[in-house]
C-alpha cells in the first residue's frame, strides 16, 4: 500500500494523463496504458475489489448502444466523456485521501522511488570525486565515459533498490530493438544515463532524449523514465533550458530529467 503522498502524486499523475487523452481518438495505445496504470494504481493504493476501483472500472468509453447510421462523432463523444468522467473520480479520491487519510503515517513511510533515484543522480558527482581520493594513490574508478557512468549509478541503486536490471530491452522502435540502461521493475521505473563529450552538442543530447522518450513508451514496464546526464565539464550551456524543456508528460509517460552536476 503506498503513503499519502504517494498515492495522492500517484492519481494525480493519472489524472493529469486523463485530461490530455482528450486530444487522443479512442482506443489508442496511450488510453489502454494509461486505464491498466489506474487500475494497478487504485489495487496498489487501497487494495482489491473495493469501491474505488469498481467506481473506476464502471466508467464507460463509448455507446451504450447504436446503430450502423451512427456518426463517428458520436462515438468520440462518449469516449471524451468517459475521460472526464475518470478525472472527475480521480479527483473525488485525492480529496478523500487529503481530507481522510492519517497524516502521521508519513513519519514511518520510506520516500518514493523517485525521490530516490533523484537524491542519488544529485549526489553522483560528489561520489565520482570522492572514491578518486584513495589511500596511497590506489587503483579506483575514473569517470571517463558513458560506461563508467553506468558501472558507478548501477552500485548506488543497490543502496536503495534489491532487483536493478540492467541491459533490458525495449520492444521493436523503428524496426530496431534498444538496450534500457536500468529498470527498476517492482517500482516500474526506467533509467537512462549519458555522459557529455567532446562533440555530443546539447541539440545532439535534446533530441536523443526526445527520441529514448518516444522509445520507452512501448516497453511494458516503464511508468516513468528517468534520464540523467552527466556533465562534469559543463559542456551544456543550458542545462536547466533542456531541463525544463523535456521534464513533463508525453503521451501518457511521465518524464524526468536531470542534468548534472549543477
Not at 37 to 66: C, M, P, W
Not at 79 to 88: F, P, S, V
Not at 169 to 197: C, H, M, N
Request: hydrophobic share 35%; net charge negative; glycine share 4%.
Amino acid at each position: 500500500m503506498l503513503n499519502k503522498n504517494e498515492a495522492i502524486d500517484k492519481l494525480s499523475t493519472l489524472k493529469e494523463v486523463a485530461i490530455s487523452l482528450e486530444s487522443k481518438q479512442r482506443g489508442s495505445q496511450e488510453f489502454q496504458k494509461w486505464k491498466r496504470d489506474t487500475q494497478v494504481a487504485l489495487e496498489k493504493i487501497f487494495g482489491e475489489d473495493t469501491r474505488h476501483s469498481k467506481d473506476f472500472n464502471s466508467i464507460r468509453y463509448s455507446l451504450s448502444a447504436f446503430t450502423s447510421g451512427t456518426h463517428n462523432s458520436a462515438f468520440q463523444d462518449a469516449y471524451m466523456r468517459g475521460i472526464r468522467n475518470a478525472a472527475t473520480v480521480l479527483e473525488s479520491i485525492i480529496d478523500e485521501i487529503e481530507e481522510y487519510w492519517d497524516k502521521s503515517e508519513q513519519d514511518t513511510v520510506e520516500e518514493p522511488a523517485v525521490e530516490k533515484v533523484e537524491l542519488l543522480i544529485n549526489r553522483f558527482h560528489q561520489v565520482a570525486r570522492q572514491i578518486r581520493s584513495r589511500y596511497a594513490s590506489r587503483d579506483t574508478l575514473e569517470i571517463e565515459d558513458e560506461y563508467d557512468v553506468q558501472d558507478l549509478f548501477h552500485s548506488l541503486l543497490k543502496i536503495y533498490f534489491d532487483d536493478v536490471r540492467a541491459e533490458e530491452y525495449t520492444p521493436s522502435y523503428a524496426g530496431a530493438a534498444s538496450r534500457v540502461d536500468f529498470l527498476l521493475k517492482d517500482e516500474q521505473i526506467v533509467i537512462e544515463i549519458k555522459k557529455t563529450r567532446k562533440g555530443l552538442s546539447a541539440k545532439e543530447v535534446g533530441e536523443q532524449l526526445i527520441i529514448d522518450t518516444q522509445r520507452y513508451q512501448a516497453h511494458p514496464n516503464c511508468n516513468h523514465l528517468i534520464c540523467f546526464v552527466y556533465d562534469p565539464e559543463a559542456r551544456i550551456s543550458n542545462p536547466r533550458g533542456i531541463e525544463n524543456d523535456l521534464t513533463k508528460i508525453t503521451d501518457g509517460l511521465p518524464v524526468s530529467v536531470f542534468i548534472r552536476p549543477e
